[in-house]
Each structure stands twice: as C-alpha cells, then as structure tokens.
C-alpha cells in the first residue's frame, strides 16, 4: 500500500538519524535512576536554550534510502508550534508527489500521484510508533530540542564528559538518549522501545544563528526495525522562524479515500 511507504517516509523526517560511533547503552526497564537535585537543575538549562518559537519553515535538499533504493527529493515543512506540522514533498521539476498534516489530534496524508488520500486519528502512528509518542515529541524531534515530555520522569540521569552532556531515562516504556553540546543544544537522540527492536536516532549538525535561532542545518535520520530500513540526510537552504506561514490542504473530490 502506498499510505504504508509515504508514512514511513514521513516518520523518518520525524525520527531521527545516523548511527555514531560512540554509543552510550541505554537504561533498561530494570535500571531505572532516580532525579537528583544536579539532574534537575541540568535538565532545566538544557530545556531553557530549546527554540522557544512561534512558526517555523524551512526547506530542505533530501535524500532518502529506503531498503535500499534511493531517492532525491526537496522537503518543504512549516510548523505551528503545538498545534500543526505540515510537510510537502516535491520531487524532480518540483513536482509535488506528497502532502502531509499532523495535528495533536490527527494525521493527514495526499499522495499525489496517485490521486489517493488517507486520513486518521493521531493514534495512527502507533502502528509504527511507541504509544509513548506525542504530538510535542514529534516537534521536539524535528526542531532538535531536548523533549520535556520525555525528561519529565523519574527515571533519568545526567553524565558529563569533557566535551558534552549525556542524558539517559526511561519514559512510557521508552528508553532515551540524549548527547548535549557546551552550548546545550543537543547533536544526538537515541530512542528505543524497552524489549523492542526498533530503532530510532537522530543526528544534528552545522548549527547556525539563524534569526537569533541556534538551529542545526543538517539532519540525518534513521528508523530500523523489523523488516523496514529508512535513511533520511536533510540539508537545509532555507530556514526562517516567526514569520506567518500557510498550510494549505485540501482533498479533491475526485481522490479516492483510503482506508
């Protein structure tokens, strides 16, 4: 089903990245570390230099590879903090082959090539996700800010090396991890199901002032598990924040709802 490959394709934007070489082990369910008054105050500076934004857009040259075939396309996403995410998809020609929208409440996605539209609840994800999932985790991810709904448990800890922060935890049966830069920004998510196989990363890079904004203009991205592999590099071009944004989305009569 095209609505299965189009949605991978858009959580790989949502998930995250390349593999690196030094990993930290993530806590298991039975390794849990309670908050302590250093943790908490770490974890308050990380929150404070997240992108405290209004809108969002950015365009982004990206290649995708997915069990093994490769595509090149450009990603166009705008976000409305807490309340949408859109993305569009254009391929050669600028040719728009797909059209996305997340709300806290919903999932929409147009294929259109193919003339096809599919919509549903947020819960949608869940066939591909944790339930611990959530519509800010989502915009966390793609704005490389540290999750507050994930540091918000009892079961974290914070390490420091040399050169970057480490801040493992376990939330809603996830394990997570972040590695945190000296500006407090983070250049590496790992996030794994407890006793699942699934994997997903993120890996920022190339950070830049934009706008008085610390946002990263490369992204690689990476979901395995199972029987799908998806690999995503987004470099971005453009990047702008609280300026108005539109996120047209409309169905043609003639599209044929997919259940």
């Known amino acids: 089903m095209w609505s299965r490959v189009y949605f991978l394709i858009v959580m790989t934007f949502l998930f995250a990245a390349c593999k690196t070489k030094q990993r930290v082990t993530l806590p298991s369910h039975g390794t849990p570390k309670a908050v302590d008054n ?13 992108l ?30 807490d309340k949408a995410i859109w993305m569009s998809v254009t391929a050669i020609l600028g040719v728009e082959v797909a059209r996305v929208l997340i709300t806290p409440d919903s999932v929409k996605i147009i294929n259109k090539l193919q ?12 066939q591909y996700t944790n339930e611990g999932i959530t519509f800010a985790t989502l915009q966390d991810l793609l704005l490389a800010n540290v999750s507050s709904n994930l540091l918000r448990t009892e079961n974290v ?15 809603d049966q996830l394990s997570f991890q972040y590695r945190i ?37 490369n992204i690689a991205l990476n979901i395995v598990g199972g029987d799908v592999s998806l690999k995503a590099q987004l470099n971005y071009n453009r990047v702008a924040f609280n300026e108005p944004v539109e996120m047209p989305f409309s169905v043609s009569a003639r599209y044929k709802v997919l259940d």
Do not use: C, W
Not at 38 to 50: D, G, H, W
Not at 115 to 126: L, N
Not at 157 to 164: K, L, W
């Open 52 to 81: 405290d934004f209004h809108t969002f857009s950015g365009r982004a040259k990206t290649k995708i590879e997915m069990n093994k075939q490769v595509h090149d396309v450009t990603l166009h996403m705008r976000v409305q903090r």
């Open 115 to 126: 003339g096809e539209y599919i919509g549903k609840p947020f819960s949608y994800i869940y």
């Open 181 to 217: 830069n000296k500006t407090n920004r983070p250049f590496n998510f790992v996030l794994q199901e407890v006793g699942g196989s699934q994997n997903l990363e993120a890996f920022y890079s190339d950070f830049a002032n934009t706008g008085g904004y610390n946002f990263p203009q």
């Open 38 to 50: 250093a943790n908490v105050a770490a974890i308050k500076t990380f929150e404070l230099n997240n």
């Open 157 to 171: 800890q914070v390490a420091s090396a040399s050169d970057e922060f480490i801040v493992v935890g376990i939330k």
